[in-house]
């Protein structure tokens, strides 16, 4: 192939053959098998394969990281290989410019000009720093050391090599343009308040949900030894929880309520509890446990500790207002939202990604069942604050929940003054691959499919038609509209300070 190239940049040309010259003065030894072999390991991107199956292997970050490298090393390849390779043609080095011993066999016949090798190697080692710095400096060496090997070896000129290296550092930030790196979860913070001290479970009335999801036999027991002079009231299946939600928060000597069960217990004696103005104990004795965990009481002995000191801190909480029944004849039900709320398709990829995450862990489960619940699944039509929209998912949470996505875990501040609100839309085209590509990637947040804000108040409206609604994780079905306000600081929980 005559190269065009080389003389148009003549300076480039004699740089490319004095740094070779100095290659080729190296002298001989088990280096240069080496280097063969590690260029050779790198052929079609196996090397950067094999490492990122060993990443994935590890879920969260780094499994992220090794998604993003090969993300980064796909879009190299393809730019280096299908665009600058026939823009610019080059030909590679020749025997009379390293010792025969070095050179590559079978010698590549496309372009030098640039090196797909090197553009793989940088985008896979800075798309895996961008997410795991760490990995990506250890990852460094072995990338320089392929980029380096293919001046080593014959089958580049150095400017090939500085080239693709810079477009393979190129890709991995543009991949981060589509894919940014998730910012650092904020500090966790509280603002305390004043609280009974409990020792002993002194002045504290318990309400124990059989029916929650780490309910066992010896629950009550457990609870009498950490709490003995407490008021323990077991609440078995068939009676009325409500009743005896009332009966403990009306306990003669009552300074405080307790609860043991999963959210929409926890939500019933929050509203006792605010009603009276008395502290709430949040118990782990749900199955995610989720504001139990927000509060700091996501095993017994935090909740003992903060309950026998007196620790306590102020959470908002989220009035729901769900409208039913016929158009013309509207029934009005007032609900309390500690947690969160939803109306679409949510309520069933929780529920998948709950049966799989025991095996898979959250985050592979959180694809799957997201892959199963959308693939299948038909938007409904919503105005969200007289906006209207197809929606996937109509999300509300009771303060800031992180990561900014789908899947919100953990929620850092308990009194924030805002609503959460995240939908995802089917207005667009192609919703439902947009949705599932974003899922893959991990690039819900940034798709346009997407829209997340913050509210003090939110209202949706089915326009008629009736929408399933879920609070805390209790559904109600046959809404017609629902409205969101936000209950500032109404609520004291008990929450150790350390």
């Not at 460094?140 to 080239?163: E, K, L, M, N, Q």
């Not at 979860?185 to 318990?206: K, M, N």
């Not at 959180?366 to 998912?393: K, N």
């Amino acid at each position: 192939m005559r190269s065009s190239w080389r003389h148009s940049h003549r300076w480039i040309g004699r740089l490319d053959r004095y740094l070779v010259r100095h290659v080729s003065d190296l002298p001989g030894g088990n280096h240069d098998d080496f280097f063969r072999r590690l260029s050779a390991s790198a052929n079609h991107g196996k090397l950067w394969m094999a490492v990122a199956a060993l990443m994935a292997a590890f879920p969260g970050k780094t499994r992220r990281a090794a998604l993003h490298g090969l993300l980064a090393q796909a879009v190299a390849s393809a730019v280096t290989n299908g665009i600058f390779k026939t823009l610019l043609p080059r030909t590679r080095p020749l025997p009379e410019h390293l010792p025969v011993f070095r050179f590559v066999h079978p010698q590549p016949t496309t372009s030098s000009m640039p090196s797909g090798h090197s553009a793989s190697a940088i985008a896979f080692a800075v798309g895996v720093g961008l997410v795991r710095p760490a990995i990506g400096a250890a990852l460094a060496p072995a990338a320089i050391g392929v980029a380096y090997s293919r001046v080593h070896t014959g089958a580049h000129w150095p400017s090939d090599v500085f080239f693709g290296s810079a477009l393979g550092a190129g890709a991995a930030f543009v991949t981060r343009h589509w894919w940014p790196v998730r910012p650092p979860f904020p500090q966790t913070s509280r603002t305390w308040t004043e609280a009974p001290e409990l020792p002993g479970g002194e002045g504290l009335s318990i309400v124990v949900n059989t029916l929650g999801g780490s309910f066992r036999e010896e629950t009550a027991a457990a609870l009498g030894d950490v709490f003995p002079k407490a008021h323990i009231i077991t609440v078995p299946p068939g009676e009325d929880l409500l009743e005896a939600i009332t009966a403990a928060a009306e306990w003669p000597g009552t300074r405080a309520l307790g609860v043991w069960g999963g959210d929409g217990t926890v939500g019933a004696a929050a509203a006792a509890a605010v009603e009276r103005s008395i502290p709430l104990l949040v118990l782990p004795g749900g199955t995610l446990n989720h504001f139990a965990r927000d509060a700091g009481t996501g095993s017994l002995k935090e909740a003992v500790a903060a309950a026998s000191r007196g620790e306590a801190a102020l959470a908002d909480i989220g009035i729901v207002r769900a409208e039913r029944g016929l158009p013309g004849q509207p029934e009005v039900t007032e609900l309390l939202m500690l947690n969160t709320s939803s109306v679409g398709l949510y309520p069933n990829f929780v529920r998948r990604r709950e049966h799989l995450q025991a095996a898979l862990g959250k985050p592979l489960a959180g694809v799957i069942a997201m892959f199963r619940t959308f693939a299948a699944g038909t938007p409904v039509t919503l105005s969200v604050d007289g906006v209207p929209h197809r929606v996937w998912i109509a999300y509300v949470g009771r303060g800031r929940y992180y990561p900014r996505d789908h899947a919100p875990l953990l929620r850092p501040v308990m009194d924030d003054g805002v609503l959460d609100v995240r939908l995802i839309t089917a207005d667009e085209s192609f919703a439902r691959l947009r949705l599932l590509w974003s899922v893959l990637t991990g690039t819900v947040a940034g798709s346009r499919i997407t829209h997340l804000r913050e509210a003090t108040e939110v209202r949706i409206d089915a326009g008629g038609a009736p929408m399933a609604l879920a609070v805390d994780g209790e559904a109600l079905a046959g809404v017609r509209s629902v409205e969101y306000r936000v209950l500032p600081r109404a609520l004291a929980y008990y929450s150790p300070h350390t």
